[in-house]
Structure formats: structure tokens, C-alpha cells
């Protein structure tokens, strides 16, 4: 499947036209990763957003020297992750691995910022896809949240 037809099938990517598009694919790379692997981890430089095309990948917090990793999340295919090192210049914040053999589109932050510092149209259709993404992210996390509330609420009566 050529990269073009990949993107056109992530929100992320969804409202860009065919010239927009062009020019998005010419900036991604495309990766295979095996079950298992670690495509990132915690503490790592957030150096790219990438796009799971195929398989589920786990998102992982780390533990201490007391606590097992958790995870805390699973993605599964058009759906991203590393987005947020399009837009802060720190580290990752969590670990991914790979939980089935993935298909990915990775896209190198440096060429992303170019690429929308010189077309804004590209950059608001981007960012305004974005904003849902990241809504949705976190009306879902705020439910979770609500109920291990509960949870712990009732396990201490």
C-alpha cells in the first residue's frame, strides 16, 4: 500500500487534498516493527509522531525501582501516537512496544515543522484534526480516571 493511501486513512490526515497529501507523504517513512519490540521508551528524545497503520502497539509508564511497568493503554491501526513531540521539545513521556507485528508511518519532527512552517494551510487542517484526536484522548482518560476512582473509593470502605 503506497503512503498516500496509509494517511488518507488516519483522522490526522483525512481533510488534506491531494496536493496536501503529496506533500505529507514525501516527509514519512515507512517502518515494520515485530511483536515485542520497543519503538520508543521513556526518557527517550521526542524526535517524531508516528502512524500505526497495521497491528497494536501497548503504551507503557515505567515503574521504579519498587513498581512494575504498567500498561496503561493499547492503540490499535490509523490510530498515532508520539504526538506530543510535535509540540514540546522533551522527552518521551512513555514507553511503546510493539504488541503485534506493526506496520507504522513515521514521520521525523524536523521535517514535520518545515513542512507546516511553510504551508499553513496544511498546518491548520493538521492542527484542527489534532485538537479532536487529543479531545477524544481525553474525555476517554477522564472516564478511566472517574472509574479507578470508584474503584479505589470502595475497596477502602
Known amino acids: 500500500m503506497q503512503v498516500i493511501e496509509i494517511l488518507r486513512e488516519i483522522d490526522l490526515f483525512r481533510h488534506l487534498n491531494n496536493t496536501e497529501m503529496i506533500k505529507m507523504s514525501r516527509i514519512c517513512q515507512k517502518v515494520a516493527v515485530k511483536a515485542g519490540k520497543v519503538i520508543f521508551k521513556a526518557g527517550d528524545p521526542g524526535d517524531a509522531l508516528y502512524c500505526l497503520h497495521k497491528g497494536r502497539v501497548e503504551v507503557i509508564k515505567p515503574g521504579d525501582k519498587d513498581e512494575p ?29 510493539a504488541k503485534t507485528d506493526c506496520s507504522l508511518i513515521r514521520i521525523p519532527r524536523d521535517y514535520f515543522e518545515k513542512m507546516i512552517g511553510g504551508d499553513k494551510e496544511i498546518a491548520l487542517k493538521i492542527y484542527q484534526a489534532l485538537n479532536l484526536i487529543l479531545t477524544h484522548r481525553l474525555r476517554d482518560t477522564t472516564e478511566r480516571l472517574a472509574i479507578a476512582n470508584r474503584i479505589i473509593r470502595a475497596s477502602s470502605r
Open 69 to 97: 511497568e504498567e500498561v496503561v493503554y493499547e492503540l490499535g491501526e490509523n490510530e498515532i501516537f508520539g504526538e506530543m513531540a510535535m509540540f514540546e521539545d522533551m522527552p518521551r513521556s512513555a514507553t511503546i512496544r
